[in-house]
């Protein structure tokens, strides 16, 4: 009978990028800023996406002196074409951009519910194809695709949002199995509701659609399914998605990393 194999013993591995390059999409805020510096300090050169040409500014400026660097790519994922070149020779990919519209499903506009497919889901195939072959070409990469508690749970007023998010669950998932044979690991990380501009805007919007003022749509909307009564901090989910890049899980793929608050355990 073979022995059990013994396991190293327990240490603290710091993430250092270093020579790596990363490309983080939404980077001009919220999580996708998040994300951006969080990978810069471990060393990574960051190539970060946006169509927010200030937002990217303010990034750069946050960016400064840290181990690694920020270089400003302004580009609307709607450019499929653009967007899978500016994914070539990356290692680390970062899917994080959305957008949200609230609204019942007859009234949801046809144009908006395109859009949003286009950029949360059509947009990270197109980014990932874009970046395997340099990952698979080197027999490294992570991609890290920031879905939401709305990948695995639906809400009502956002059709489009959960379809996208639940098709980038799948894309994530059949990226590791195809990733996995060349070093390639595919994730998601799912946090509830984050404090990001995006969320703040949904606030009026939750109002609209459900006929109550604003200042109850956090309490009795946002957060009724959360065990934990707060909304995410951007820094909390860059630090999920920095654990995905490191050694420590380097057997972590094909699955989501669930950060909602208890959500999902109802």
């Not at 400026?61 to 967007?83: C, I, K, N, P």
């Not at 057997?251 to 999902?264: A, I």
Request: glycine share 10%.
């Amino acid at each position: 009978m073979t022995a059990p194999r013994a396991l190293p013993a327990p240490h603290a591995s710091p993430l250092d990028l270093g020579g790596r390059t990363a490309l983080v999409t939404g980077a001009a805020g919220g999580i996708g800023r998040a994300c951006a510096l969080r990978l810069a300090a471990a060393g990574a050169k960051v190539r970060a996406v946006d169509r927010d040409a200030t937002g990217l500014a303010a990034l750069a400026e946050q960016g400064r002196g840290l181990a690694g660097t920020v270089e400003l790519h302004v580009l609307d994922l709607t450019d499929l074409d653009a967007a899978e070149l500016a994914a070539a020779g990356t290692d680390v990919l970062v899917n994080n951009a959305g957008l949200q519209l609230v609204r019942p499903i007859e009234e949801f506009p046809p144009e908006v519910f395109h859009t949003v497919l286009t950029v949360m889901l059509e947009a990270p195939f197109r980014l990932i194809r874009g970046a395997l072959p340099h990952m698979y070409g080197q027999g490294w990469g992570r991609v890290v695709n920031v879905s939401s508690v709305h990948g695995l749970r639906a809400s009502a007023y956002k059709s489009a949002y959960v379809a996208a998010k639940h098709g980038l669950e799948g894309l994530s998932k059949t990226t590791a199995l195809e990733g996995a044979p060349h070093g390639v690991t595919s994730n998601c990380v799912n946090p509830a509701y984050v404090r990001t501009p995006l969320v703040e805007r949904q606030l009026a919007d939750q109002a609209q659609a459900h006929g109550i003022p604003e200042e109850r749509v956090l309490s009795e909307v946002l957060l009724q399914d959360s065990a934990v009564k707060r909304l995410i901090e951007p820094e909390e989910v860059a630090e999920a998605v920095a654990y995905l890049c490191g050694p420590q899980a380097s057997f972590v793929t094909g699955t989501s990393l669930v950060l909602d608050g208890g959500w999902t355990a109802h």
